[in-house]
């Protein structure tokens, strides 16, 4: 129960993220409006445009909200089997009816808006899912009209059912008043002083955002009464003072987020930090909080509260300490950044200095998390456990397809339907490395070993590659199978070196990885930490099959210290132009060549091969060696490695031990 519990939390946190990310072109619009808007009224001019401009990006923000409860609702649609057009636009008349069910107060309504945004798709369609389940609901059948005709229909009373629900809940909530509450008490959380008032202010602030809830309208009492206290052990906290020193980039002072997301953020998260920096210029930060998301995005909680805080205390003591003077002058929240610390201050160099202390000091509160995020981004829809990723079937997408009756549309269901099967049925097993040594014959000492990938069933056998690979790269994972065996083989090194065992351990990798600079980025600071112990290699279909990018990448991976092996060597198209286009240090043959050599052409192409890699100064390693007969044809032509059952076959961590051991 815990379990499938915490599963459905996962999906529609997922869910909730990506449809956030949708948003993201609306985002930009009304930022940009935002931005422009605000710079005309700095700078006093067109006046009239700038009052357009301003009106536009209010019914944006007005929209904003039935927008989010679309795209998300149309993302837990996905999730659960239902018609997602259908799902979107009644997520979005479900909003249209709670916002209504809730009443005509501004701030009341203005507070709220964002969060029934998010939480209205949240509820609704889970409740569509469930009464979607119950045969009853079900008003046409397959055989009387089209997919789509029948998908829709079905769900008539499912979103009728849901809507009646909903609307309870909205009644509810109405009578409840948690708003006017709130706001009722939040004058006196003032009456503790300006630093007390400022910190409730700052801290509730970042709180109501994180869930969804606009900080700036249900907050409006306390700041109001903020703004008309007077000092408080010499320091002012008001509008102006929390603009300039608090909130800077906007709430959670996310101006030190965009410097963190630009430092040691993905390129994903670069992009949206690149674009959200003009409108943070004034505070203004919708792109990062909808964009990244920052709502309801636990990696980042932590920081978004604790940064304004701290910035608020920097800045009260360096005006109770008379280096920056008491906030002197009345700006409203969206003042530009630097030039809000320099009029609130009359000029004070000093208070500038502040403001940028205090974004350093947040951006090191923020790069923690932000790495955080690097490292356990999930973008897609269908999460597959083993490898801590995800994957996107878009099933909605082919079951659109199905009413085309063109083959094609039932090929690309079935193809999606089976690898989503497949994927599902080996999300169960587990996945591990086994080790293959490879061996010297001419003294029969173990050189190295090659990882290779192995997962393991409930029912106690073992999965080759051979098996589920095909599906990994039909669904677009091998960059994630690759950088799961890297990692496993990393730490099986760091294992294998405290008990004082040092072997060069080798991992496959494929283009998919080799194209993603992050990827790329990632190898590389592993092959470092192990000063070359962790070999990779790289098949000629991987070489060929985007050469540039291929290249770039094996010249960092050497640089940081790899060895590079060219796979399954002799098997591709252009074989020996890989050996001058790339920067190599050996080739493994591929066990075709080996079960060629009971003829004399066999023998001849092998032959040949061997020459032309002592020519080019390459180590060999021969592959696919089984018998006495190959070891000794393969044994007299000089120094090569091989790798094949006549030895070992691929063993487990433990057994591989006991090998290296006993020699056998």
């Known amino acids: 129960m815990a379990e499938a519990a915490s599963a459905a939390l996962a999906g529609s946190t997922r869910a909730l993220r990506d449809g956030l990310l949708w948003l993201l ?114 008003l046409a059948h397959a055989d009387v009209a089209g997919a789509n005709v029948v998908e829709t229909v079905n769900l008539v009373l499912p979103a009728l059912f849901a809507a009646l629900v909903v609307l309870a809940l909205a009644v509810l909530l109405k009578r409840a008043d948690p708003v006017s509450g709130l706001q009722t008490l939040l004058p006196a959380v003032a009456d503790g002083g300006a630093l007390g008032g400022g910190l409730a202010y700052a801290a509730l602030n970042s709180l109501s955002w994180f869930l969804g809830v606009h900080g700036y309208y ?32 906007g709430s959670g002072a996310t101006w030190s987020l965009l410097i963190a997301l630009l430092l040691g953020g993905d390129r994903h998260h670069r992009t949206i930090a690149l674009v959200a920096l003009p409108t943070a210029l004034f505070n203004v930060n919708e792109l990062l909080l909808f964009g990244l998301p920052i709502i309801l995005n636990p990696r980042l909680f932590l920081p978004f509260l604790a940064v304004p805080l701290m910035n608020l205390l920097v800045a009260a003591a360096a005006t109770g ?14 003042a530009p950044v630097l030039v809000n610390a320099w009029l609130v201050s009359g000029g004070e160099p000093a ?30 829809e269908g999460y597959f456990a083993p490898l801590d990723t995800t994957f996107n079937r878009r099933q909605e997408e082919v079951c659109l397809l199905l009413d085309d009756p063109i083959s094609e549309a039932v090929r690309v269901q079935n193809e999606q339907s089976r690898v989503g099967r497949e ?16 061996v010297d014959p001419a003294s029969g000492r173990t050189l190295c070993c090659e990882a290779l990938l192995r997962v393991g069933m409930p029912d106690g056998g073992l999965e080759s590659p051979a098996a589920f690979l095909p599906w990994f790269e039909r669904a677009g994972l091998l960059r994630e199978v690759d950088l799961w065996v890297a990692r ?55 070489l060929s099959a985007d050469p540039e990018n291929v290249a770039a990448a094996l010249r960092t991976l050497r640089r940081a210290g790899a060895r590079i092996y060219i796979d399954d060597f002799g098997t591709g198209h252009s074989s020996l132009s890989y050996l001058h286009l790339f920067e190599v240090d050996a080739i493994k043959i591929d066990r075709s060549f080996v079960l060629a050599l009971d003829g004399a052409a066999g023998q001849r192409v092998f032959s040949g091969l061997l020459a032309l890699a002592r020519q080019l100064g390459l ?25 094949g059952w006549y030895y070992s076959r691929p063993l487990a961590p433990v057994a591989l031990e006991d090998y290296l051991r006993t020699g056998a």
């Open 25 to 138: 072109p609306f985002l930009l619009l009304a930022a940009m409006l935002s931005f422009f808007s605000a710079l005309f009224d700095f700078l006093d001019l067109w006046p009239q445009q700038a009052r357009l401009l301003h009106r536009l990006g209010d019914v944006l923000g007005e929209l904003l909200p039935y927008a989010m409860s679309g795209s998300i609702g149309a993302m837990l649609a996905i999730r659960h089997h239902l018609p997602r057009p259908p799902v979107a636009f009644v997520c979005v008349a479900l909003l249209g009816l709670v916002s209504a069910g809730i009443g005509n107060d501004h701030d009341e309504a203005s507070a709220l808006a964002l969060a029934l945004g998010l939480f209205t798709p949240l509820v609704g369609v889970p409740l569509m899912a469930f009464f979607h389940r119950r045969r009853w609901t079900r």
């Open 218 to 249: 249900l907050l409006q009492p306390l700041l109001s009464a903020l703004n008309e206290a007077g000092a408080s052990a010499g320091v002012v906290v008001n509008e102006a003072f929390l603009g300039a020193y608090v909130f800077i980039g």
């Open 321 to 334: 300490a008379g280096l920056v003077p008491a906030v002197s002058a009345h700006l409203p929240l969206n």
């Open 351 to 380: 208070a500038v200095l502040v403001q940028l202390l205090n974004v350093a000091l947040g951006c090191a509160l923020y790069l923690p998390a932000v790495r955080a995020l690097r490292r356990r981004r999930t973008a897609e």
């Open 423 to 438: 994927l599902e049925r080996l999300s169960v097993g587990e996945f591990m490395l086994h080790y293959q040594p490879i």
């Open 488 to 542: 496993a083989a990393s730490r099986q090194l760091d294992a294998w070196a405290e008990q004082g065992l040092h072997m060069q351990v080798e991992v496959n990798l494929t283009v998919d990885t080799l194209a993603d600079e992050d990827a790329v980025t990632e190898l590389a600071e592993l092959v470092a930490r192990h000063h070359g112990a962790l070999a990779l290699e790289v098949t000629e279909q991987a």
């Open 619 to 643: 180590d060999v390693v021969v592959e696919g060696v089984e018998t006495a007969a190959q070891l000794e044809f393969v044994g007299r032509h000089g120094t090569v490695a091989v790798q």
